[in-house]
């Protein structure tokens, strides 16, 4: 069973394991609202990005902001809306095998066509 | 003999909801994280594809920078991810035992996800009158084969979202099947965060 992070304001409904499989904590809906408003904020600050390149920005610099701001929402919404920061450790690595199996298998098929 | 024999059957009929593990977490949430994580390789595949594809168009073809419009596709990333947040209420009122508020946030989740896919048909639809179709180039063909995919997702979670809004009409959806909840907003979330990667990589990436 997962441990929930000890916060007391967030975690309201820390005794409401309802057994989901490694039953886990319920974080309340106002960090649930935090998370919506930040990834709220980073698209607005992605499309803002966007259209500022059109104004000189390099390539290279935009693609790493926008990389960036992209692995945060991922994670973002991995952590907190499918409750895997919360939830039994096995589902955390039985994901992420199959999110760095995918980007291996297709690096590497970029690489050999000679993509990069 | 025969009132324990109807006895037993009323004990084997009676509505239960118990969690079938053989590892001590639930079967059916560890089956769609394992599917997720499965869906990971189709759609590495598809972007991966489009990646390779999008300047592939010969001299006074079509292409990206001719056809997409960034602040229209804006507005439904916003819908999509506000559907996330939707879906958690969801979860979090039907494991309060708010079986009403649950049935809204069902409903509302189902609606901000049919906002994106008419937002997609009509995407489609502008597309093809301004002259891509699927099979105009390279760049139409993986582009429509991506987002078409992950379209068919979210009407796929709709339908999910609708079933779960009439089994809790009909009295079937209670804070005992709770987790049915929340595995359908495992995959509701997963082509969220699948947009995300989308969005970044098809539109605001440089053309």
């Not at chain 2, 339908?159 to 909840?181: D, T, Y």
């Amino acid at each position: 069973m997962a441990t929930v992070t000890p916060d007391p304001q967030d975690t309201a409904h820390a005794s409401d394991e309802h057994a989901s499989g490694g039953g886990h904590a319920h974080p309340t809906d106002w960090l649930y609202v935090k998370v919506a408003i930040a990834l709220a904020v980073l698209t607005a600050f992605e499309v803002f990005t966007y259209f500022e390149s059109l104004h000189g920005w390099g390539d290279t610099a935009l693609i790493i902001m926008l990389v960036l701001m992209m692995l945060v929402k991922f994670f973002l919404v991995v952590a907190f809306f499918m409750h895997l920061k919360f939830d039994a450790p096995i589902f955390w690595r039985l994901f992420m095998f199959g999110v760095v199996l995918a980007m291996a298998v297709y690096m590497l098929m970029l690489t050999a066509f000679r993509f990069w | 003999m025969a009132d324990t024999m109807a006895a037993e059957a009323a004990t084997h009929s009676a509505p239960r909801e118990e969690h079938r593990t053989s590892t001590g977490i639930s079967n059916e949430k560890l089956a769609m994280w394992v599917f997720l994580g499965s869906e990971c390789l189709l759609f590495g595949g598809l972007i991966s594809t489009y990646m390779f594809n999008k300047g592939r168009i010969g001299p006074g073809d079509i292409g990206p920078a001719d056809v997409f419009d960034i602040p229209f596709t804006s507005v439904s990333s916003f819908v999509l991810l506000m559907s996330s947040l939707t879906m958690v209420f969801a979860v979090s009122s039907i494991v309060r035992g708010d079986l009403r508020g649950n049935r809204i946030w069902l409903a509302t989740t189902a609606a901000l996800g049919a906002t994106f896919v008419a937002g997609q048909v009509y995407e489609f639809t502008a597309f093809y009158s301004e002259g891509l179709g699927f099979t105009t180039n390279l760049f139409g063909s993986s582009f429509y084969a991506l987002t078409g995919f992950h379209g068919a997702h979210v009407t796929i979670g709709i339908i999910m979202l609708m079933s779960l809004f009439v089994m809790s009409l009909r009295g079937n959806l209670g804070p005992e099947r709770a987790e049915k909840v929340e595995i359908i907003g495992l995959y509701w979330h997963f082509v969220d965060i699948v947009w995300i990667v989308i969005f970044t990589i098809v539109y605001l990436f440089p053309q």
